[in-house]
């Protein structure tokens, strides 16, 4: 069965550059989450999407911007990355109405 | 606002013994879901359990089963059989509404030979 894909699945980025994390969702669900594990955290959502609309937004900070498109993928800008960015990043997709979450397999995100 | 909490940062148990990982939880939501997730070293989030809060019967699956106890917003996991490959960290996850997860922080399990 296809599963959540993520990548790049390793990033390392430099103090004060710019990212993007993409995310390609189950065929036929609509709906995206992004995650943020820090180190020895637990993860904590930072936004999700249902039919390219923004649903919710939880401590994702103004540095970062996220969108979803036509074709249900998403994609997560962090941009003047600081070293508490470091993390791996999680996506998770869902068909509307259905509470189970999806996960991919993260990206692990390094800024150095 | 809705909080999950675990216990238990880190617990372990003999192969082949039986654990129980505890979870609390609060909200003030009627219809909601509960989930246990577990997290190897690999770091892929990989579902272990759900469980409807408007089901009284607790779920099963394999050697997992919860005790699900709604009145006291408790929601425990029980490995029976412990193997090795349960060595993990165990998140209890909560969502409800806009269905984003709410999640606890976590408790280590070492299955030991």
């Known amino acids: 069965a296809a599963g959540v894909i993520q990548s790049p699945r390793h990033l390392i980025k430099e103090k004060r550059e710019t990212a993007t994390l993409k995310c390609y969702p189950i065929?036929?669900?609509?709906?995206v989450y992004w995650y943020q594990q820090g180190p020895g955290q637990d993860p904590q959502f930072l936004i999700s999407?249902?039919?390219?609309?923004?649903?919710d937004k939880g401590s994702i900070p103004d540095r970062f911007s996220a969108q979803q498109f036509s074709d249900y993928h998403s994609e997560l800008n962090m941009s003047s990355l600081e070293l508490g960015d470091s993390a791996l990043y999680f996506c998770?997709?869902?068909?509307?109405?259905?509470?189970?979450?999806?996960f991919g397999p993260g990206t692990r995100l390094t800024v150095t | 606002a809705q909080t999950v909490t675990q216990s238990q940062p880190e617990m372990s148990v003999q192969e082949a013994e039986t654990v129980t990982l505890s979870c609390t939880y609060d909200?003030?939501?009627?219809?909601?879901?509960l989930f246990w997730y577990k997290q190897p070293p690999s770091r892929q989030m990989i579902l272990v359990i759900r469980?409807?809060?408007?089901?009284?019967q607790n779920a099963t699956e394999n050697r997992f089963s919860v005790n699900f106890q709604k009145a006291a917003k408790s929601f425990s996991l029980k490995i029976s059989d412990s193997q090795l490959g349960d060595t993990a960290m165990y998140f209890c996850?909560?969502?409800?509404?806009?269905?984003?997860?709410?999640f606890g922080t976590g408790t280590r399990l070492k299955v030991l030979a």
């Open positions: 469980q409807e809060a408007y089901k009284q």
């Open positions: 998770a997709s869902s068909p509307r109405g259905v509470y189970e979450q999806y």
């Open positions: 909200t003030s939501e009627n219809n909601y879901y």
């Open positions: 996850a909560f969502t409800s509404g806009t269905y984003k997860y709410i």
């Open positions: 065929p036929r669900h609509d709906t």
């Open positions: 999407f249902y039919e390219k609309m923004q649903s």
